[in-house]
């Protein structure tokens, strides 16, 4: 059942998104339906997204391609959408392409790191489809820094921006940059957005 009229989100092709309570817990309704893309509010609202078109997988791709390759030379544990964080206000977020130092993520059980992890990774990215609204993905990235979050980037091709998010700090907006660099966090990790504004 919808939690109320006004929690209903329309996206750009009309398609309404719905944060709902379902009497299921997330583990179930996450197991029965793989296919969904699904998140959880940390006051139990669940919030079912639309699927990414062409492009936005395409950039998607790009960009967890880049840490990947950052990360096989220089370490940590990269992850791409389909992970699932329960992080520690209770909420359960998916992020587009994230990253945990190693001894974070080897502190976890075996049993952790094979189901949804109980972590906050220590960077996380954000690329904004047609289907998203900026305020919401703002909301979002707020709450992962609240979460632990070190390091955050919202990449959003349809204005050319980039929303850099650190703990304490109101966000940095880079317009139009040709690579974002992620400093200390992850040195030398400097992204390629050229080939995110313009997809092939």
Known sequence: ???DEKSQIYDTS????????LRESFDEIASLNPD???????NGEFVFMSPTGGESSS?????????????????GVCFDSSIIFCLPD????????SWIATDRWTALSLVDRKKFPPIAPDFVIELRSESDRLATLQDKMTSYNQNGVRLGWLIDPFDKQVHVYRPGNSPDVL?????VSAGDMLPAFDLD???VWQPA
């Open 1 to 3: 059942m919808l939690t």
């Open 14 to 21: 009309g398609v309404h998104w719905a944060r709902v309570r």
């Open 36 to 42: 969904l893309r699904i998140e959880q509010e940390s």
């Open 59 to 75: 950039r998607n791709m790009e960009i967890a391609w880049q840490l990947m390759s950052w990360t096989k030379r220089f370490g």
């Open 90 to 97: 209770g909420s359960k977020r998916s992020p587009d392409a």
């Open 175 to 179: 317009s139009n940059p040709e690579t």
């Open 193 to 195: 957005l050229r080939a």
